[in-house]
């Protein structure tokens, strides 16, 4: 008589039970949810795009082409001042030289930081006299320039192109100097606007450097 042939016993099928399928589905929940949230709050603390920097052409204190392509690629603090000012400037121009050291001090971020002044006043403020402008408030060459332009080309560059106020010295309409803003401008490496700064205000430094480190790692 014949061996009866042996059956493979089948594999037992294993249910999860309730109480544990319920808390990996709650568990992967949860994880899901505070992905988004992480991604909201990111959205959130971004800086808006207020506008776009337009091409410009100017020449820095070296003489050399500067315009609206040397933006990109930097992240820029942007201000305009002249010279020969003796109001707003004078700080305006302090408050650089401070932002120069801290913005030097930074740790290293995807897009370089640079610091720029415009003058509002080509006529005189050659590139050899915003060079010893600059020398004289301790500026390095490699972290703040400063751009001279055509007198014609401001209200492009100034109003339409950074926002700012500019209106150029006329005794018969009563405007005795230059009058410029004095805010500072930030700009990221796709030369878009991302903020503007009241410099008299106390702190102002803190806000745009923590502001750097936000844009400057996009």
């Not at 959205?43 to 204190?61: C, N, T, Y």
């Amino acid at each position: 008589m014949s061996a009866s042939p042996s059956i493979a016993p089948r594999a037992s099928l294993r249910l999860v039970p309730l109480p544990l399928l319920l808390l990996g589905v709650a568990l992967g929940l949860t994880i899901a949810l505070f992905a988004f949230a992480r991604k909201k709050q990111s959205d959130a603390s971004k800086l808006p795009v207020i506008a776009h920097v337009p091409a410009f052409e100017a020449r820095d204190q070296q003489g050399r082409a500067f315009g609206g392509d040397s933006l990109r690629g930097t992240v820029w603090i942007v201000d305009f001042v002249f010279t020969s000012c003796p109001t707003v400037c004078p700080r305006l121009t302090a408050r650089m030289a401070e932002l120069q050291g801290r913005v030097e001090k930074l740790g290293k971020l995807r897009a370089p930081v640079k610091l720029l002044s415009i003058s509002v006043d080509p006529e005189n403020d050659t590139p050899q006299v915003l060079a010893a402008y600059g020398a004289k408030h301790g500026a390095h060459d490699a972290t703040w320039t400063f751009a001279t332009g055509k007198t014609e080309d401001l209200d492009r560059i100034v109003v339409q192109g950074f926002k700012q106020r500019y209106d150029k010295a006329d005794p018969s309409i009563g405007i005795m100097e230059v009058m410029h803003g004095d805010r500072f401008v930030l700009v990221d490496a796709r030369s878009d606007i991302r903020a503007y700064y009241d410099t008299s205000e106390s702190g102002v430094l803190d806000r745009i450097v923590a502001d750097v480190e936000r844009v400057g790692d996009e």
